[in-house]
């Protein structure tokens, strides 16, 4: 623990604000989501505890509002600040699960690229390149609806959010694999990559015992930045309505509800919500930015 309090990597979080911030907003909207049985004022996948004489309460500060309901209700009369707790908890699932999915696609692509080179290389990376020409979520919304229509009606609803984290893990990987195939590209040629193929050593335990350590570095700094996009991915399915169900209510679900009544006077439903969403990414893509610039040797 000392040592890594006297660390560089210590040493340049402590002086930079924004990191220090970040991490502050990101550890109370987790802590907010992980723990929202226990932290949240009510439980708004208890549709026996909602009520219509309690819906579109504004929030405090506003004439008839109520402690009980502090950022208001919503037309079902469920708790704003209860539903984005539990929101919460669904986007940072399906944003971590794509990412995890897309960071072991995307190292494996790019590591067999990296060190096979040639042929493998160019069909790979050329794979990478022509789904990079398409926008992220245009992808995630063409996989989406491959498999949706593939599976009985049945069986969409159960596992929707299965579906979305496939959909946006596969609209993610191609950063990834780039970003490892040039790193693989450098470590190939070392010496001691060169010492372990002239010692008789297979090419899958160099990759994985001596090439993989050293270039997983840059893929996890450039996940750190791709959960933010993961999270905005969701959010925007679910925004359009092809997300998750309205019984798995992410954030996104949540601010299309509130979209519909933004005019109408209740503006808090939709835009708690949104700015929830806001700060939940600006405090990862923070995060990311510094964790890139301190294990940037360049910028030592």
């Not at 960071?103 to 067999?112: D, E, H, N, R, Y």
């Not at 060169?194 to 899958?204: D, T």
């Amino acid at each position: 623990m000392r040592q890594w309090l006297d660390s560089d990597l210590a040493y340049s979080f402590r002086t930079r604000p924004t990191a220090i911030l970040s991490v502050i907003i990101l550890l109370v909207l987790t802590i907010g989501a992980v723990f929202a049985p226990l932290l949240a004022p009510h439980n708004p996948m208890d549709s026996a505890s909602l009520s219509l004489m309690d819906s579109f309460k504004p929030p405090l500060g506003w004439p008839d509002s109520e402690w009980t309901n502090p950022l208001g209700t919503d037309n079902q009369g469920r708790d704003v600040l209860s539903a984005i707790m539990y929101g919460m908890r669904i986007s940072l699932l399906v944003g971590v699960c794509a990412v995890v999915f897309a960071v072991a696609v995307g190292i494996t692509v790019g590591l067999i690229a990296g060190y096979a080179g040639g042929v493998v290389d160019a069909l790979l990376m050329r794979l990478a390149d022509i789904q990079l020409t398409f926008p992220a979520i245009l992808t995630a919304l063409l996989i989406d609806g491959i498999i949706s229509s593939a599976l009985p009606a049945s069986m969409r609803e159960p596992l929707q959010i299965y579906i979305i984290v496939v959909a946006i893990g596969i609209s993610l990987w191609p950063g990834f694999a780039r970003t490892v195939r040039g790193s693989t590209l450098v470590e190939r040629n070392k010496d001691y990559v060169m010492a372990a193929r002239v010692i008789g050593v297979p090419s899958s335990r160099i990759m994985l015992s001596h090439v993989l350590p050293n270039v997983i570095g840059p893929a996890l700094v450039v996940g750190t930045l791709g959960l933010g996009l993961a999270i905005l991915a969701e959010a925007t399915l679910s925004f359009l309505g092809v997300g998750l169900p309205p019984t798995q209510p992410s954030l996104g679900t949540l601010i299309r509800f509130g979209n519909d009544f933004l005019f109408s006077g209740q503006w808090w439903v939709t835009v708690f919500p949104g700015l929830t969403l806001v700060l939940l990414v600006l405090a990862i893509n923070l995060l990311g930015d510094w964790l890139r610039d301190a294990l940037n040797p360049r910028l030592r």
